[in-house]
């Protein structure tokens, strides 16, 4: 070969990419504030403060009720181990540790005595004007950016932590110049989240990388540093890289979408699976143990969603486009093409296998947050399912261990094209039985433990190919679970399908309960 770069080489090492000549002690921070109490600002927050007793860490947001409930036992996002960070940091116990982690409806207050701030509003895609459907929307960012110009009586260092668009330091740093009153100094800093909801406590508290994006000036790399410290309170030095500030806005929508590039490639093979008689596990594990591959991420699903995945390809195509590289934008935005063919590809599965008609059948839908360990229900995969469902005429049962009836009746009616059938014809139950009672099929579409006939180990070990001598429950099993299929085969009609959209169940022991069940990249009733 004559190319001078290998692509057999293996992984670059991974090392702080700059450092500062300065040797002195980096700025201590004793007061932060986050601006913004969701999914990003509530945990990052509350790790940094349990981890940083020395440290007052405030979150602050306009609405009084999620922070009241922040300030309860009762919080207003689910996610494993959270409650178990936020209370020793909130309340000062166990060990009459001081409180060292507030929330508060005082905005001006608290950015006006913090000296780091932490921008972790939400940036969803722009819905109106140019670019929208696909760009950024930056208008939280940029009110909070403007409120923090407004009050603040010394200099700060600001952070990203929202997604943004690339060079949006550069739009902010306008901001602040318009806003700001003379002698205070701001350095902005992009210091991305890496965080999959359900894992989120264990990501910030053992995290891949720490990301701190500066300017290579001083005043920049100073403010690196003091970010830097704070981290290394729990995080080993090693795996904090600091690299130019616009390299690491692209580095997180960079890694969104390369992961979402997986799920659909592995997605997209799932149909060619279904077509020639192959299965999909079998093919994921056998590609996932080259390591040049690796097995993460490569399950076959219904489709992937969240906040994250779509949003940032089509922010990655939009900005490809503005840079007239249109080929680059078409790339990415195929990701998303197969996405949605993912999940209209799997409600025709089911209108096929149930001789091409769903009127007047009723469907047990089984999870609607788009991912187990957690509530959240955007850009779930189950809101297209579902409406495409209702528009063939079912009647769909909905159950989901997290998600509030209504939030999913918000969810679809928002984004159906007839909002009679919502609440025509869907109903939410509190339990699967409730839910599965009299249905015709079930469909599953959260991969939530209890719906799975899998033994723990095997429901553990979830990107694995599992042995049905070894991972399967016996129908007695199966039967003694959290859920027992054995108890949803009596209470449902015939015929007794299982549309298994995430890969849950192993088919082995519910075909023994008489039922039949068809999963994604598998094909087993010849149809």
């Given at each position: 070969?004559?190319?001078?770069?290998?692509?057999?080489?293996?992984?670059?090492?991974?090392?702080?990419?700059?450092?500062?000549?300065?040797?002195?002690?980096?700025?201590?921070?004793?007061?932060?504030?986050?601006?913004?109490?969701?999914?990003?600002?509530?945990?990052?927050?509350?790790?940094m403060a349990i981890k940083n007793p020395q440290i007052q860490v405030t979150v602050v947001d306009y609405d009084a009720k999620r922070i009241a409930a922040w300030q309860s036992d009762n919080l207003p996002i689910f996610e494993p181990g959270l409650l178990g960070v936020v209370k020793p940091a909130r309340d000062g116990i166990p060990n009459n540790r001081a409180p060292n982690l507030f929330f508060s409806t005082d905005v001006d207050r608290c950015?006006?005595?913090?000296?780091?701030?932490?921008?972790?509003?939400?940036?969803?895609?722009?819905?109106?004007?140019?670019?929208?459907?696909?760009?950024?929307?930056?208008?939280?960012?940029?009110?909070?950016?403007?409120?923090?110009?407004?009050?603040?009586?010394s200099s700060k260092i600001i952070v990203e932590k929202s997604t943004v668009p690339c060079r949006a330091a550069e739009t902010l740093r306008d901001v602040l110049r318009a806003t700001g009153k003379p002698g205070v100094d701001f350095e902005i800093l992009s210091n991305p989240e890496f965080l999959a909801e359900g894992t989120a406590i264990q990501n910030l508290l053992e995290p891949d990388r720490v990301l701190i994006g500066s300017l290579n000036?001083?005043?920049?790399?100073?403010?690196?540093?003091?970010?830097?410290?704070?981290?290394?309170?729990?995080?080993?030095?090693?795996?904090?890289?600091?690299?130019?500030?616009?390299?690491?806005?692209?580095?997180?929508?960079?890694?969104?979408?390369?992961?979402?590039?997986?799920?659909?490639?592995?997605?997209?093979?799932?149909?060619?699976?279904?077509?020639?008689?192959?299965?999909?596990?079998?093919?994921?594990?056998?590609?996932?143990?080259?390591?040049?591959?690796?097995?993460?991420?490569?399950?076959?699903?219904?489709?992937?969603?969240?906040?994250?995945?779509?949003?940032?390809?089509?922010?990655?195509?939009?900005?490809?486009?503005?840079?007239?590289?249109?080929?680059?934008?078409?790339?990415?935005?195929?990701?998303?093409?197969?996405?949605?063919?993912?999940?209209?590809?799997?409600?025709?599965?089911?209108?096929?296998?149930?001789?091409?008609?769903?009127?007047?059948?009723?469907?047990?839908?089984?999870?609607?947050?788009?991912?187990?360990?957690?509530?959240?229900?955007?850009?779930?995969?189950?809101?297209?399912?579902?409406?495409?469902?209702?528009?063939?005429?079912?009647?769909?049962?909905?159950?989901?261990?997290?998600?509030?009836?209504?939030?999913?009746?918000?969810?679809?009616?928002?984004?159906?094209?007839?909002?009679?059938?919502?609440?025509?014809?869907?109903?939410?139950?509190?339990?699967?039985?409730?839910?599965?009672?009299?249905?015709?099929?079930?469909?599953?579409?959260?991969?939530?433990?209890?719906?799975?006939?899998?033994?723990?180990?095997?429901?553990?070990?979830?990107?694995?190919?599992?042995?049905?001598?070894?991972?399967?429950?016996?129908?007695?099993?199966?039967?003694?679970?959290?859920?027992?299929?054995?108890?949803?085969?009596?209470?449902?009609?015939?015929?007794?399908?299982?549309?298994?959209?995430?890969?849950?169940?192993?088919?082995?022991?519910?075909?023994?309960?008489?039922?039949?069940?068809?999963?994604?990249?598998?094909?087993?009733?010849?149809?």
């Amino acid at each position: 070969m004559s190319t001078s770069l290998r692509q057999d080489a293996g992984p670059m090492p991974v090392t702080p990419l700059r450092a500062s000549n300065d040797t002195k002690p980096p700025k201590r921070i004793t007061k932060v504030c986050c601006v913004g109490a969701g999914y990003v600002g509530g945990p990052t927050s509350a790790v940094m403060a349990i981890k940083n007793p020395q440290i007052q860490v405030t979150v602050v947001d306009y609405d009084a009720k999620r922070i009241a409930a922040w300030q309860s036992d009762n919080l207003p996002i689910f996610e494993p181990g959270l409650l178990g960070v936020v209370k020793p940091a909130r309340d000062g116990i166990p060990n009459n540790r001081a409180p060292n982690l507030f929330f508060s409806t005082d905005v001006d207050r608290c950015i006006a005595e913090a000296e780091l701030i932490l921008l972790s509003v939400n940036t969803p895609t722009k819905m109106l004007g140019q670019g929208a459907g696909h760009a950024s929307e930056l208008c939280y960012l940029e009110s909070a950016v403007r409120k923090i110009g407004e009050v603040a009586e010394s200099s700060k260092i600001i952070v990203e932590k929202s997604t943004v668009p690339c060079r949006a330091a550069e739009t902010l740093r306008d901001v602040l110049r318009a806003t700001g009153k003379p002698g205070v100094d701001f350095e902005i800093l992009s210091n991305p989240e890496f965080l999959a909801e359900g894992t989120a406590i264990q990501n910030l508290l053992e995290p891949d990388r720490v990301l701190i994006g500066s300017l290579n000036t001083p005043q920049g790399l100073e403010a690196a540093r003091a970010l830097a410290a704070i981290y290394t309170s729990w995080v080993d030095a090693e795996r904090i890289i600091t690299i130019n500030l616009y390299s690491s806005e692209l580095a997180k929508l960079a890694a969104n979408a390369l992961l979402a590039q997986r799920i659909s490639s592995i997605n997209a093979l799932s149909a060619m699976c279904e077509a020639v008689g192959a299965d999909i596990d079998e093919v994921s594990f056998a590609v996932g143990l080259d390591k040049r591959i690796g097995s993460r991420m490569l399950k076959a699903s219904v489709g992937f969603g969240g906040s994250c995945f779509r949003k940032d390809i089509l922010s990655l195509a939009y900005i490809a486009e503005s840079l007239h590289l249109f080929e680059v934008a078409e790339y990415w935005r195929s990701v998303i093409n197969i996405n949605e063919y993912q999940k209209d590809r799997f409600t025709r599965r089911i209108v096929r296998c149930l001789f091409n008609s769903l009127s007047n059948k009723s469907l047990a839908i089984l999870g609607f947050a788009y991912k187990k360990n957690t509530g959240d229900t955007r850009e779930t995969a189950a809101i297209t399912v579902i409406n495409n469902l209702l528009a063939e005429g079912a009647n769909v049962r909905v159950y989901d261990p997290q998600v509030k009836e209504s939030q999913i009746r918000r969810d679809l009616e928002g984004s159906s094209a007839s909002p009679h059938l919502v609440r025509d014809k869907l109903t939410v139950w509190s339990s699967t039985y409730e839910a599965c009672a009299g249905a015709d099929a079930v469909v599953i579409l959260t991969e939530w433990d209890e719906f799975s006939n899998k033994s723990a180990a095997a429901a553990a070990a979830g990107d694995h190919v599992q042995d049905a001598r070894n991972g399967a429950r016996t129908e007695e099993e199966a039967a003694n679970g959290p859920m027992s299929w054995k108890r949803v085969s009596q209470i449902m009609r015939k015929p007794m399908y299982v549309f298994d959209g995430r890969n849950v169940v192993d088919p082995a022991p519910l075909e023994a309960l008489g039922f039949r069940v068809e999963s994604v990249g598998k094909s087993r009733s010849g149809s």
